[in-house]
Structure formats: C-alpha cells, structure tokens
C-alpha cells in the first residue's frame, strides 16, 4: 500500500478471474487524482482466510414518518448486506471483538472469528462512520 500509482499496460483474465496484471509504477503520480484503485493480497492458499463482510442500512426507509403513515410500508426488508471476502493469514488468529480497517471499505469488528477447525468464516461487522450515504439519502 502507499507505494503511489502504477500505469497499467496489460492485464490477463480467465473469465472475470484476474490472473495477473502488468504495470509500470509511477511513484511521482497523485494517488489522489487517480481514477480506479484496487488492492490485492497474493493467492496463495494457505495464506488465505475466508471472511464475511456484514453492512447494516436502516431499518426504515423514510426519515420522518408522519401520523397517518404506516410502519409496513417504510421497512427495509433488505437492511443486512453480507459478502464473502478473503483476507491475509493474520485473520485467522484474530479474536472476536478486534477492530480492522479493510481497505477502501472502512472500519469493521470481528463479531465471530474464524473457526480454525472447522474452517468456517470469521464474521466482520461495519462501524458506521456518519460519512457514508445509504441507498435512501440518509448519513449512515
């Protein structure tokens, strides 16, 4: 990270799967005038942890209701976002209750970690900021 920008020259795909991209760094470049960012980890399977990413929008969609309004109809039935990511090795031997920062998406705590002999994901849930904007206009 903070290595600055790279130009990209080629990039090599297995479907919509990146195999590999190739690029020139340009350290005198501005990061912050740089269109798209992305951020990798190495696939290397035994240093890969599976991950679930959990966002949580608001439970009603309307910021004020007003008398006659009913409950029902304002309901978010889609307020819990869950994706699957993966994550470096460390991730394994985090505990529940750790704070990261995933890169380019925010702060989140471990709520569930990573179950070593099962195999099964640990579970990250978003710290809201009160910067981002949800889908209904409203500051998270």
Same mark, same amino acid.
């Given at each position: 990270?903070?290595? $600055?920008?790279?130009?990209?020259?080629?990039?090599?795909? &297995? $479907?919509?799967?990146?195999?590999?991209?190739?690029?020139? =760094?340009?350290?005198? $470049?501005?990061? /912050? /005038?740089? %269109?798209?960012?992305?951020?990798?980890?190495?696939?290397? +399977?035994?240093?890969?942890? +599976?991950?679930?990413?959990?966002?949580? %929008?608001?439970?009603?969609? /309307?910021?004020?209701? @007003?008398?006659? %309004?009913?409950?029902? &109809?304002?309901?978010?039935?889609?307020?819990?976002?869950?994706?699957?990511?993966? !994550? %470096?090795?460390?991730?394994?031997?985090?505990?529940?209750?750790?704070?990261?920062?995933? @890169?380019?998406? !925010?702060?989140?705590? =471990?709520?569930?970690?990573?179950?070593?002999?099962? !195999?099964? +994901? !640990?579970?990250?849930? =978003?710290? +809201?900021? $009160?910067?981002?904007?949800?889908?209904?206009?409203?500051?998270?």
């Amino acid at each position: 990270m903070d290595w $600055g920008n790279a130009i990209v020259q080629d990039i090599k795909k &297995d $479907g919509t799967k990146v195999l590999e991209i190739r690029a020139d =760094l340009n350290l005198a $470049g501005d990061f /912050k /005038k740089t %269109d798209k960012k992305i951020t990798w980890i190495a696939d290397v +399977p035994e240093s890969l942890t +599976p991950c679930i990413l959990t966002t949580f %929008d608001h439970l009603i969609t /309307k910021d004020k209701l @007003e008398e006659n %309004d009913k409950i029902e &109809d304002y309901v978010n039935h889609n307020s819990i976002s869950k994706v699957n990511a993966v !994550g %470096d090795v460390n991730l394994k031997k985090m505990p529940a209750g750790s704070i990261i920062q995933f @890169e380019r998406k !925010g702060y989140f705590r =471990l709520d569930r970690a990573y179950n070593n002999e099962t !195999g099964m +994901p !640990g579970e990250f849930f =978003l710290i +809201p900021d $009160g910067k981002t904007v949800n889908r209904y206009g409203a500051k998270a």
